[in-house]
């Protein structure tokens, strides 16, 4: 175990203002504390929402879960193999109780899929829903809570998590994040499956299907909502180097959305950055660096650069975080072969230095860098010098692929105090008195990595555990 401390600022007054004890883990309630998500935001129901029946998985194969949350609603996901009509009922939690609403009908789309718009709930409400057919055969139940209104002050806790291959379910991690919650939402780093031939949307919807009944995913979407990105192996590997043939391409493309729980562009459908506030305390930037790629020539598109840059600038959010597939750290030279540097911000140097000059130039504060794909956990410093040394990125692991051989080997660092390989999901913790806390959980329900900064690129301080030989 090593901790460090960095700022002058107490750890026992930061973890009293977290609410949290001594020994306590950033997402996990201790004994006797109330499990609401900070001031100003509504507590946690007393009783689950039991539904109107047990569900049967037979027809609801893949599960039910939620996504894109807004402050009046989210999308409601499943996938019926039914031929009944199909309809959800919704229940809302009033502080004293749970309100059952009536039923409205959804629509099924080719092959099942449900994609079901939900508005018109209040701020910050706890909701619970269930699928049920014209044959009263019911879904599981899935819940979640909707996004606090813009004014909230209160505290926003999420998950992130990626690299998902089929070697080390049942995806535990996910698992672990889920019983430490409540949750506001779980960032889809990219790689949520390893597309492998063939590639046919047959193909592609057969290996959806294999992740999304494994444990992990059932035990995290059944009670927290998605924020859906991608990377490459929603595709293909690394599939901006080498250009999959077009219909494999709308194939790939066509299963992810299908899967993903999101609401389309209307203009365009398959456009997937996009932006999420939660009250006072976060906004959250969800960036597409891979599907606007041209290799060599641009990371993201024109478009895509402008509103980013617009959105931090005129966001009034404490924290503006800003997921990213691949991390834009710039990383030691072990990293440097071509195979992984090609395949990241550093190979698009013009366009790394747009989006880092705009930030430091304009001196924004509270821009946190949420980075996937590395199959590693690190706390980076995006540059060991210069303006952007400031500016933090928080890569998060790999839940069950290959771990990286090389993170054990830059920890310790000025520009990587952490940096470890081993399965796991990542939790966060956001305030908007400027602090966030980063904890790292693994299969066996442990923290391997505890950590807090500010907004103004401060490590406050950390620790980390050396999990079990996962490397």
Not at 70 to 80: F, I, K, M, Q
Not at 263 to 284: A, C, I, K, M, N
Not at 439 to 463: A, H, L, Q
Request: glycine content about 8%.
């Amino acid at each position: 175990m090593r901790r460090v401390f960095i700022a002058p600022t107490s750890r026992r007054d930061l973890l009293r203002t977290f609410g949290l004890g001594g020994a306590a883990l950033a997402l996990g309630a201790c004994d006797g504390e109330e499990t609401d998500t900070g001031p100003n935001r509504t507590l946690e129901p007393s009783e689950p929402w039991n539904g109107l029946g047990a569900g049967d998985d037979a027809l609801y194969p893949e599960g039910i879960q939620s996504g894109d949350p807004t402050p009046d609603g989210a999308v409601l996901w499943t996938r019926y193999v039914g031929t009944a009509a199909l309809g959800v009922v919704v229940a809302t939690w009033d502080d004293s109780g749970w309100i059952e609403h009536d039923e409205v009908p959804v629509t099924l789309a080719d092959g099942g899929f449900v994609h079901h718009e939900i508005d018109g709930l209040e701020a910050d409400q706890h909701v619970a829903f269930q699928f049920r057919d014209a044959d009263n055969l019911l879904s599981p139940v899935a819940r979640f809570h909707t996004a606090p209104d813009p004014y909230n002050t209160g505290r926003v806790r999420f998950a992130a998590f990626g690299g998902c291959r089929h070697q080390n379910l049942p995806f535990a991690s996910m698992s672990a994040a889920a019983n430490r919650g409540p949750l506001d939402f779980a960032l889809w780093m990219g790689d949520t499956i390893y597309a492998d031939p063939p590639h046919t949307l047959e193909g592609y919807r057969a290996t959806w299907a294999e992740n999304f009944v494994v444990q992990g995913f059932r035990d995290l979407f059944a009670v927290t909502p998605s924020i859906a990105g991608w990377d490459d192996h929603e595709v293909a590997n690394n599939w901006d180097q080498d250009p999959p043939e077009p219909e494999m391409l709308a194939a790939g493309t066509q299963a992810f959305f299908e899967h993903a729980p999101m609401r389309r562009h209307r203009s365009q459908p398959d456009r997937l950055w996009r932006s999420f506030r939660y009250g006072h305390t976060v906004e959250v930037f969800v960036l597409d660096c891979r599907g606007e790629r041209i290799f060599r020539e641009q990371y993201i598109s024109p478009e895509q650069m402008a509103w980013l840059k617009q959105g931090l600038a005129t966001s009034t959010a404490t924290w503006k975080v800003i997921v990213n597939s691949v991390p834009i750290t710039n990383m030691p030279g072990p990293y440097d072969a071509p195979i992984s540097f090609d395949d990241r911000w550093e190979a698009y140097p013009e366009e790394r230095a747009e989006l880092l000059d705009f930030i430091t130039d304009n001196d924004l504060q509270g821009i946190l860098f949420i980075g996937g794909d590395f199959h590693q956990t690190a706390l980076t410093r995006i540059e060991p010098e210069g303006p952007a040394n400031r500016l933090l990125e928080f890569i998060t692991g790999a839940v069950s692929s290959n771990n990286n051989l090389l993170a054990p080997l830059i920890q310790d660092g000025e520009q990587f105090p952490y940096s470890d390989a081993v399965w796991s999901t990542t939790l966060f913790e956001l305030t908007h008195f400027g602090y966030a806390r980063i904890t790292v959980v693994d299969d066996e329900d442990e923290t391997v990595f505890d950590g807090m900064i500010d907004t103004s690129g401060n490590i406050i301080w950390y620790e980390m555990i050396r999990a079990a030989d996962q490397r």
